[in-house]
């Protein structure tokens, strides 16, 4: 198994432009999460969703958008790309479960720059 | 709403010697998890130990294990016997037990340990 993979590792967008951050998991798992972090913080949960077809606002979504078509996929859409938007993003799936009895696995993180 | 702190932004232990990093959280609920989650410079984010709040027992995996205060709401990690590759920043994080967010974790700012050889 792969994981959870995220594409791409780096990206540097202009102010305006806009992308997507794609994730896929091969674990099978229904529930999958993106996170933002910015320099010397923690992550936080930008969107995430319990299965496909079902998505849900985390602490920070302002900016973005997702959407959930297949258990697999998850990708983040940035429109109107700004400065505040430069962080590391994080993908991360769980098994089904209920609250947090399941460990969340991670992606290596996309790391972007808005210029 | 839930806080996770982590007091200590930096610390350093010797190889083979013993360290122990802080966490502290405030949460009203009763149904909880914790973790400890290891990024090294890779990025990659490894779960290193969990603890379910309803244990009273210490959690520990080969040389990390934790010290879970419940009534203090501290959750600190000891790593024993140091090496060069626990040289990352370490986050603490929490998650409620049950409903809402589904599976919304919330971390720490993390403390950035080095291992001297």
């Known amino acids: 198994n792969a994981g959870v993979t995220q594409t791409p590792k780096f990206r540097i967008l202009k102010i305006g432009q806009s992308m997507t951050l794609q994730c896929t998991q091969d674990?099978?798992?229904?529930?999958m999460y993106w996170y933002r972090q910015d320099p010397g913080m923690g992550l936080k949960l930008i969107y995430y969703?319990?299965?496909?077809?079902?998505?849900d606002k985390g602490e920070v979504p302002n900016g973005y958008n997702v959407s959930r078509s297949t258990t697999e996929d998850f990708p983040l859409r940035l429109e109107l790309a700004a400065p505040s938007q430069t962080s590391v993003y994080f993908c991360?799936?769980?098994?089904?479960?209920?609250?947090?009895?399941?460990?969340?696995?991670f992606g290596p993180g996309t790391r972007l720059t808005v210029l | 709403a839930q806080t996770v702190t982590q007091s200590q932004p930096e610390m350093s232990v010797q190889e083979a010697e013993t360290v122990t990093l802080s966490c502290t959280y405030d949460t009203s609920e009763s149904d909880y998890y914790l973790f400890w989650y290891k990024q090294p410079p890779s990025r990659q984010m490894i779960l290193v130990i969990r603890q379910e709040a309803y244990k009273q027992q210490n959690a520990t995996e080969n040389r990390f294990s934790v010290n879970f205060q419940k009534a203090a709401k501290s959750f600190s990690l000891k790593i024993s016997d140091s090496q060069l590759g626990d040289a990352a920043m370490y986050f603490c994080a929490y998650i409620r037990g049950y409903g809402g967010s589904q599976g919304n974790l919330i971390f720490g700012k993390g403390t950035k340990l080095s291992v001297k050889p």
């Open positions: 969703s319990v299965g496909a077809g079902i998505t």
């Open positions: 674990m099978n798992h229904n529930y």
């Open positions: 991360a799936s769980s098994p089904q479960s209920a609250g947090g009895r399941n460990e969340q696995f």
